[in-house]
């Protein structure tokens, strides 16, 4: 975790050279997540409806690509309290401006899992991210994501195997 903190400070202190705006936000809204089985389990798998909210710096690189580190937390997992998975995640989406309204943005993010622990769920978990930005005004923004978990959840000795599947669904304000 050290190493991608590092790595992302690090990656924006180089961009910050050759940008010409740094701008800085929050952002929250409404989760819809679930986790995806590779057998079938169990346990009731109903998705979990919850939320998220975090802090951004928005990194122009020119006129049309952009990058975004985010730090936010995201209530993620299943409705089954078992399976209740909470998170610290750290984003980077590299941005693209499709028109002055709207962007879309790829890239990975890495979860740390907060508050439950030796529990057979991994504490770090690995996804993919895409998202679709609409600029309201100058300041304010509506987005919509969807993460694509692509390490397995639980603990290897355990012998099953989920990833988390999430829906985000939000507004940003932009300082």
Do not use: C
Not at 8 to 17: A, C, E, I, M, V
Not at 34 to 48: A, M, Q, T, V, W
Not at 138 to 164: C, P, Q, V, W
């Amino acid at each position: 975790m050290k190493k991608i903190l590092l790595f992302t400070l690090l990656l924006s202190l180089s961009f910050y050279g050759f940008s010409q705006d740094i701008k800085y936000g929050v952002r929250g809204g409404y989760n819809i997540s679930n986790l995806d089985f590779d057998e079938p389990y169990s346990i009731e798998n109903k998705h979990r409806n919850s939320i998220y909210f975090g802090a951004f710096a928005t990194i122009s690189l020119n006129k049309t690509w952009s990058l975004m580190p985010e730090f936010q937390f995201s209530a993620e997992g299943a409705k089954e309290e078992v399976i209740n998975l909470d998170y610290l995640q750290m984003p980077v989406l590299l941005r693209y401006r499709i028109s002055e309204k709207f962007h879309a943005g790829l890239g990975p993010q890495v979860g740390l899992k907060v508050h439950k622990y030796e529990d057979g769920i991994r504490n770090f978990a690995y996804s993919g991210v895409a998202s679709v930005e609409y600029k309201i005004n100058l300041m304010l923004f509506a987005d919509i994501r969807y993460t694509y978990g692509f390490s397995n959840i639980f603990d290897e000795h355990l012998g099953i195997g989920a990833k988390n599947r999430n829906i985000q669904l939000g507004v940003g304000y932009k300082f």
